[in-house]
């Protein structure tokens, strides 16, 4: 017997390797889910009475292929509960050795025809079969909008005959920086939401850990796969110890370490050492650098704040995100005073700024910090009224009160 | 383009404007007020008094009733609403889920243009 969690684990898995080897051949994504999922309907019949077959998706495969042949698809079917179809249909074994295709279907997903907000919710829907109305919630979204533009895509896609293939060696290193953006987006989508622990968005990060998974396996010799791989466990590593057990918000460095994952912080430190060892530097080994010398940092109550600076400053060199730029900014503050710190973001762009939390919780903290109470008091305000997670939003309120009452 | 975000609280989060918890009440409703005026999206809106100080009128033909109270039976009331001047629906979106109602609903809404 296999766990729920395996199970259900093994049908994410198998999923998009199905819906990659179908729409290898020229088949439109679209056209490759819905014969899959009547496949799906068609095992829930019949192999509770046959017994599940020796190679189940070898006989999805051929089922879902002579639906296609058939041309009986209907559209009713399609994305009903697929996830719950299949984590049943998958409950009895886990997957048998198929071809791995599904590195092709994640490249179409995050192809430049696509609009680089639909890359991730594609990718979950294709590569691993989430219900549009969950991909909807964790990006806020409406359900009947992400619908309506996951089908626009996969036309997209079919119209401009998009094959499920690996791109060549020319064209793979900017091709591949978008698979891993659109898998990051992911992450971080679900990352915002592990605060609140009934969000349908939990499980994000744990897809989008398994999408770095996928792509790192497959392209074991691209450092910055390994990195995003590796920057995602640093992350995911310190979920549990972001709330204590009041459900309060934790800052990093006020972590409990104990909370944290070894295995998990173990894996990436490997992963991170094998991107380094292949020479290419590059955005995702960076932030997954920047974070392992954070966990030294807290670990050993070791001041490396300076190399922690210098990593900044190359990332901002090569990805100028708001999010380097604010991590260039905290660790400016502890190597040369919140002053420098101060400077350097209000020369950020304002518009930028104007409704990104981060920014004025960075910014209340080092007015604060230098002694501008009255600008720090305002920027708390705006970050309390920018956060969408009640944790953090209780803990800016204390910090504001506490500065009140300074 | 222009939004209504109407605010439905839970009686527990509105029964904390009378209680030692209103000044965290308030303060988060307001931060979130100004965060909207200083990112300039704010258009309007207002908070309305407690459900208690209702009354529903209703006229049928000729009929005239008139009850106290509020006019939705359920357990999550109106509180107040926002308008917004944001690109789209996901941007309207994206400030509903940052407003502090703790367990109440924001319904987005896009205005009729007149």
Known sequence: MISHDEAARAAQESYGKLIAILAKGGVAIQDAEDALSEAFVAALRSWPSEGVPHSPEGWLITAARRKLIDGERSRSARQKHLADIVSVAFSARATDGIADERLGLMFACAHPAIDPGVRSPLMLQTVLGLDAGSIASAFLVSPAAMTQRLVRAKASLRDRGVLIEIPDHTQLAPRLDDVLSAIYAAFNAGWDATLVPSSSAHTLTSDALLLGDITRRLLADEPEALGLAALMRYCAARARARVDEHGRYVPLDRQDVGRWSRSMLAEAETLLREASRMGISGRFQLEAAIQSAHVHRLMHAHDNWAVILDMYEALVSISPTMGAMLGRAAALAEVAGAERALAFIDQLPQARAADHQPFWALRAELCARSGQLEAARNAYRRAIGLSDAQAIRAYLLEKLDALAMA | ?114
Do not use: C
């Open chain 2, 1 to 114: 383009m222009k939004f209504a975000l109407i605010i439905y609280e839970t009686p527990s989060q509105l029964a904390k404007r009378s209680s030692p918890d209103a000044p965290a009440y308030w303060a988060a409703w307001s931060a979130y007020n100004e965060a909207m005026k200083s990112a300039g999206i704010a258009a309007g809106g207002a908070g309305l008094q407690p459900p208690s100080t209702a009354t529903t009128v209703r006229v049928t033909g000729d009929a005239r009733h008139v009850q106290d109270g509020p006019y939705a039976d359920t357990k999550e009331q109106l509180g107040g609403f926002f308008i917004v001047d944001v690109p789209d629906h996901d941007v309207a979106n994206q400030w509903a889920a940052r407003a502090p109602v703790h367990g109440g609903v924001v319904e987005v809404r896009p205005l009729m243009t007149m």
